[in-house]
T-cell receptor, first 109, second 113 residues
Framework: GQNIDQPTEMTATEGAIVQINCTYQTSGFNGLFWYQQHAGEAPTFLSYNVLDGLEEKGRFSSFLSRSKGYSYLLLKELQMKDSASYLCAVRDSNYQLIWGAGTKLIIKP | SQTIHQWPATLVQPVGSPLSLECTVEGTSNPNLYWYRQAAGRGLQLLFYSVGIGQISSEVPQNLSASRPQDRQFILSSKKLLLSDSGFYLC????????????FGNGTRLTVT
């Protein structure tokens, strides 16, 4: 079957760096997406990786290793507004998105 | 870029009542459209997707149905709601291109009482 694993919850301190991991087993691979979802709101798109390596976008970076079925989202200079759930999703060989359950990130002052 | 309009934002309905949620998309033509549901504290569950007018694929058997009467309109319906239908319903679309991400509407929070 198809599966995406993320930690359920993580806690970090304001101003610090946090890495959220995502491992996947899917039928084919056509890209990996990271989304941010604040409580009670819809998910918003953060990043897309289809080739191995690091994609940087301001304070957020996303890394992909296709051979290992692994990705991480790196958040730097954490701010209180970064408290949210972070969803990892993989597009499979049929171009359907397989979603992880999300990682709830709690930022403490 | 596309804009997704979804309404209503919140809805409280009694068990056994009908449901109609509407979603319209602006800024793109012939989009792929999706209905997702998210139960409290859970991940996203794909309910339906559509690649064109009148073309609906159902991912989960249940008492919900979807229709796409126009290119940029997607409707989620039920004839009789169940308690288990409560959740956060999200309409989404993708644009053109392989790297095009899924974009979501603001969602409808449905509570069935």
């Amino acid at each position: 079957g198809q599966n995406i694993d993320q930690p359920t919850e993580m806690t970090a301190t304001e101003g610090a760096i946090v890495q959220i991991n995502c491992t996947y087993q899917t039928s084919g691979f056509n890209g990996l997406f990271w989304y941010q979802q604040h409580a009670g709101e819809a998910p918003t798109f953060l990043s897309y990786n289809v080739l191995d390596g690091l994609e940087e976008k301001g304070r957020f970076s996303s890394f992909l290793s296709r051979s290992k079925g692994y990705s991480y989202l790196l958040l730097k200079e954490l701010q209180m507004k970064d408290s949210a759930s972070y969803l990892c999703a993989v597009r499979d060989s049929n171009y359907q998105l397989i979603w992880g359950a999300g990682t709830k990130l709690i930022i403490k002052p | 870029s596309q804009t997704i309009h979804q309404w209503p934002a919140t809805l409280v309905q009694p068990v056994g009542s009908p449901l109609s949620l509407e979603c319209t998309v602006e800024g793109t033509s012939n989009p792929n459209l999706y209905w997702y549901r998210q139960a409290a504290g859970r991940g996203l569950q794909l309910l339906f997707y559509s690649v064109g007018i009148g073309q609906i694929s159902s991912e989960v058997p249940q008492n919900l149905s979807a229709s796409r009467p126009q290119d940029r309109q997607f409707i989620l319906s039920s004839k009789k709601l169940l308690l288990s239908d409560s959740g956060f319903y999200l309409c989404a679309c993708t644009g053109t291109g392989e790297s095009s991400p899924l974009h979501f509407g603001n969602g409808t929070r449905l509570t069935v009482t």
